[in-house]
């Protein structure tokens, strides 16, 4: 049983799945935590949720780098609709991983500069609020596209027309 986690851990396919909810499980929970501290003005509240906001919003740069390294041994696996799928998932996390990466410094800057501007706190906190929900649309819209790379059963659309490679 060890053996067999431990053989799961060293593939990158593997690590991307088990990781890949954090960036928009993990952030939709955190921001939901954010709203109701930000409403009831705990700033212990809130700076726990921020830490939260902040972990997830960056989870989304080894979410990346692992499908970057699973990448050519799940399209061994896959037919012509996974494969666009795939391609699609990869664009779209491609065009919009910097709203995480900016997700992640505005959180850090609402943990931090309070500290020296203590009435920065509730613009910045509504600042990350704002920029965690556009961020966490996009993290639905790219993760759509890779339910459907291996779940033929979520596959209720054509699959995206494949782009030549002087589109990319």
Same mark, same amino acid.
């Given at each position: 049983m060890i053996d067999a986690i431990?053989?799961?851990?060293?593939?990158p396919e593997y690590i991307h799945v088990l990781i890949n909810p954090l960036p928009v499980y993990g952030l939709a929970m955190g921001l939901l935590g954010l709203i109701i501290a930000f409403f009831l003005r705990s700033r212990s509240a809130q700076i726990a949720t921020l830490i939260i906001v902040l972990i997830c919003s960056a989870s989304a740069w080894p979410v990346y780098e692992f499908g970057e390294q699973a990448k050519d041994r799940v399209l061994s696996m896959e037919n012509e609709a996974g494969d666009a799928w795939l391609e699609e998932h990869q664009d779209r996390a491609e065009d919009l991983i910097w709203l995480f990466y900016a997700l992640a410094v505005m959180s850090a800057a609402a943990l931090i500069v309070p500290r020296k501007w203590p009435s920065s706190t509730?613009?910045?906190v509504i600042a990350v609020i704002l920029l965690g929900l556009a961020t966490l649309g996009a993290g *639905?819209? $790219?993760?759509?596209?890779? *339910?459907? $790379?291996?779940?033929?059963e979520f596959r209720n659309v054509p699959p995206p027309t494949r782009k030549s490679q002087s589109d990319h």
């Open positions: 431990l053989r799961d851990l060293r593939q509730g613009p910045l *639905g819209y $790219i993760a759509y596209a890779g *339910g459907k $790379i291996r779940h033929r």
